[in-house]
């Protein structure tokens, strides 16, 4: 799993939150670190917030849905920017969901078990 966001505070939280539900998790800062990590990775889903350094979510999730390993790739934007403008440029860039911050440690672990498959873990 790939967490993008440029807080070192909100990568922190989500990766702790996800590893405690026994998830690897990969982070990166901006959106140019985000592709390299997605290449060298292929995560089995990304969290991506929208405003970064150097590129936005939005192109991120643009430019990954342009390649073939990543058309399935579960994309959820994890984002501050919450009107329906964003979630639907959002939607047009290719995001599968769409989780607001402040988010609840359990909605964001209940919406990534919805899109990854479950490990046995989970079961």
Known sequence: MLVVDDSPTVRAIVQRTLQQEHLQVVTAADGLSALGAAADTYP??????????????YAICHILRQHREFRQ????MLSGKDGVFDRLRGRLAGATAYISKPFDPAELVATVKRYVRTPA???
Do not use: K, S, V, Y
Request: glycine share 4%; no cysteine; hydrophobic share 55%.
């Open 44 to 57: 089995n889903l990304i969290l991506l917030d929208i405003m970064l350094p150097r590129m936005d979510g």
């Open 73 to 76: 790739t579960p994309i959820l």
């Open 121 to 123: 873990i989970w079961e």
